[in-house]
T-cell receptor, first 112, second 114 residues
Framework: KQEVTQIPAALSVPEGENLVLNCSFT??????LQWFRQDPGKGLTSLLL?????REQTSGRLNASLDKSSGRSTLYIAASQPGDSATYLC???????????FGPGTRLSVLP | DTAVSQTPKYLVTQMGNDKSIKCEQN?????MYWYKQDSKKFLKIMFS???????INETVPNRFSPKSPDKAHLNLHINSLELGDSAVYFC?????????????FGPGTRLTVT
């Protein structure tokens, strides 16, 4: 059964810092991994999708890496801004590739 | 244009009632999903559905049933509501299955059962 964990559970940084969020999954036979952000009281916004054949994806100040063999992904945020404050979730397909299993999220606060 | 929309945004009802939440996507996607986010903010899949198959998470009570009048809609019906059903319910969609394609989420419906 696929399980996803995220470390840290919460993170508070001053504006301008670079930071790394971590995602771990137990079954490395995944098709892809997706990073989302969720603002309080809002839905999820897709940030990056990494296919299993890729090692990283970049979008603006965001860079996500994937190491299937070790069951890990990281989301790197460069030059953080207060607007980056949100909960960040990673998700992978389950063992059947049909449904997504989400991590518990990392709650990020970027202080001005 | 809203990609994935849900109605209502808030739903307050009493135990034992039957309610529905509607979901529509205008992305032309083939697969739609329902998720439940509980008070601890943990997001869990309930159903995934395309025009060929319905996949049900085995932990979902049979009081919950998805109904799809067409490819663009997947509504969630809940019978005999219980206090523990209080949560935020998210609809999502993707092209084909989730194996290769991004999921797009609706804004959520906050259900409160009193």
């Amino acid at each position: 059964k696929q399980e996803v964990t995220q470390i840290p559970a919460a993170l508070s940084v001053p504006e301008g810092e670079n930071l790394v969020l971590n995602c771990s999954f137990t079954d490395s036979a995944i098709y892809n991994l997706q990073w989302f952000r969720q603002d309080p009281g809002k839905g999820l916004t897709s940030l990056l999708l990494i296919q299993s054949s890729q090692r990283e994806q970049t979008s603006g100040r965001l860079n996500a890496s994937l190491d299937k063999s070790s069951g890990r992904s990281t989301l790197y945020i460069a030059a953080s801004q207060p607007g980056d404050s949100a909960t960040y979730l990673c998700a992978v397909p389950d063992n059947y590739g049909q449904n997504f299993v989400f991590g518990p999220g990392t709650r990020l606060s970027v202080l001005p | 244009d809203t990609a994935v929309s849900q109605t209502p945004k808030y739903l307050v009802t009493q135990m034992g009632n039957d309610k529905s939440i509607k979901c529509e996507q205008n992305l032309g996607h083939d697969t739609m999903y329902w998720y439940k986010q509980d008070s601890k903010k943990f997001l869990k899949i309930m159903f995934s559905y395309n025009n060929k198959e319905l996949i049900i998470n085995e932990t979902v009570p049979n009081r919950f049933s998805p109904k799809s009048p067409d490819k663009a809609h997947l509504n969630l019906h809940i019978n005999s509501l219980e206090l523990g059903d209080s949560a935020v319910y998210f609809c999502a969609s993707s092209r084909f299955t989730g194996r290769f394609h991004e999921q797009y989420f609706g804004p959520g419906t906050r259900l409160t059962v009193t």
